[in-house]
């Protein structure tokens, strides 16, 4: 399994940036995804999930109707959309693959993350 | 949303030890739960799943325990390499959301 993500950088209050996560090595369309991100220096925050057979998409109250999840089960892709960026989304983005496709599951694998500065 | 209190926020101990951090749910989340693992500077890494469940390739002195509204992971011999950050995790309602982590330091 590897999960890749890119697409991190730094961008000005206000700015958006668009967050994917290049899955390998397993069935991508049979697991639910998440996105969980990390502060410097804090602890982990749950972001955004997303169900591979019916869409269903959830979020954090802290992102919500910022941040869009998305995923391609044709190309392996999990996306964030993060608009409205605020100095507290400042974090690293980490991809993550829970254990089966449906609630309840934990994230058994992992990306390396990638790193959102949010500042002018 | 599902609070979740984790403690201690610190703890040192020596090598061989026992050692146990505790999380406690602001509402029964049954055994919707895990324990992450994370060294620094590295991706969190999963230890146990459905409150119990050992994840493979982890070590047998890693177990989890309770349901409902608390649980404990416990480490039943410290070793160097067990020094990190551990986070519980709530499963069962969305947001999901996840302890403030323990920080593990060997004496």
């Known amino acids: ?120 | 949303d599902i609070q979740l209190t984790q403690s201690p926020s610190f703890l040192s101990a020596s090598v061989g030890d026992r050692v146990t951090i505790t999380c406690r749910a602001s509402q029964d989340v049954r055994n919707y739960f895990a324990w992450y693992q994370q060294e620094p500077g590295k991706a969190p890494k999963l230890l146990i799943s459905a409150a119990i469940t050992l994840e493979s390739g982890v070590p047998s002195r890693f177990s989890g325990s309770g349901s409902g509204t608390e649980f404990t992971l416990t480490l039943s011999s410290l070793q160097p390499e067990d020094s990190a950050t551990y986070y519980c995790q709530q499963l069962s309602t969305y947001p999901l959301t996840f302890g403030g982590g323990t920080k593990v330091e060997i004496k």
């Open chain 1, 1 to 120: 399994v590897q999960l890749l993500e890119s697409g991190g950088g730094l961008v000005q209050p206000g700015g958006s940036l668009r967050l994917s996560c290049a899955a390998s090595g397993f069935t991508f369309s049979n697991y639910a995804m998440d996105w969980v991100r990390q502060a410097p220096g804090k602890g982990l925050e749950w972001v955004s999930g997303i169900i591979s057979s019916d869409g269903r998409t959830y979020y954090a109250d802290s992102v919500k109707g910022r941040f869009t999840i998305s995923r391609d089960n044709f190309e392996n892709t999990l996306s964030l959309q993060i608009n409205s960026l605020r100095a507290e989304d400042t974090a690293v983005y980490y991809c993550a693959k829970r254990a089966r496709d449906g609630h309840n599951s934990a994230a058994d694998y992992w990306g390396q993350g990638t790193l959102v500065t949010v500042s002018s």
